[in-house]
């Protein structure tokens, strides 16, 4: 079946560190590739998406890599602000069997930026 | 526009009562779905809708049901509501269960069964 798996949290930075979040992925096929962020409160938002191999997706200085031969699609940062605390998703879409196309996440990785 | 509606934001059940999560986007989405949120276990879906009078089952169906009469309207039902459920419930809609299109979500129903 379709899996993902993402780095652990939590994961705590200073501002203006270098962030990134480890996903990989197991599909049948050609999945579509997102990140998601979810922050305190509220439901999740769209980040970022990959639907290709070697596309990149990026987003409010975000950027993450749709690499298949890895199964990769690493989030990165190059700084962060206080206001990227949140936690993020890893999803992939692929088929899942009779005629269903779903969305998995990964189990989200907590970001606390620190002043 | 107001995107994926959910209500109501907080509810606390007794163990064996019903009660009907709500769901209403306004963008004439096909898909829509219901996700539970636990902590560690990141979403879970529960069920799904490829438009209107089509449902299916999702990951964690059980002591849930829904129903599609119209595109925009998508309510899960707690037939009789145990601990086990109490859960954040969100639900997403998307054009398409496909390709590249992103889902929407709502805010998310906090739900206490005691």
């Known amino acids: 079946g379709n899996s993902v798996t993402q780095m652990e949290g939590p994961v705590t930075l200073s501002e203006e560190a270098f962030l990134t979040i480890n996903c990989t992925y197991t599909a049948t096929g050609y999945p579509s590739l997102f990140w998601y962020v979810q922050y305190p409160g509220e439901g999740l938002q769209l980040l970022l998406k990959a639907t290709k191999a070697d596309d990149k997706g990026s987003n409010k200085g975000f950027e993450a890599t749709y690499r298949k031969e890895t199964t990769s699609f690493h989030l990165e940062k190059g700084s962060v602000q206080v206001s990227d605390s949140a936690v993020y998703f890893c999803?992939?879409?692929?088929?899942?069997?009779?005629?269903?196309?779903?969305?998995?996440f990964g189990k989200g990785t907590k970001l606390s930026v620190i002043p | 526009n107001a995107g994926v509606t959910q209500t109501p934001k907080f509810q606390v059940l007794k163990t064996g009562q019903s009660m009907t999560l709500q769901c209403a986007q306004d963008?004439?989405?096909?898909?829509m779905s219901w996700y539970r949120q636990d902590p560690g276990m990141g979403l879970r879906l529960i069920h799904y809708s490829v438009g209107a009078g089509i449902t299916d089952q999702g990951e964690v169906p059980n002591g849930y049901n829904v129903s599609r009469s119209t595109t925009e309207d998508f309510p899960l039902r707690l037939l009789s509501a145990a601990p086990s459920q109490t859960s954040v419930y969100f639900c997403a809609s998307s054009y398409s269960d496909r390709g590249g299109y992103g889902y929407t979500f709502g805010s998310g129903t906090r739900l206490t069964v005691v």
């Open positions: 999803a992939l879409r692929s088929y899942s069997g009779a005629g269903s196309y779903q969305l998995t």
């Open positions: 963008m004439n989405h096909e898909y």
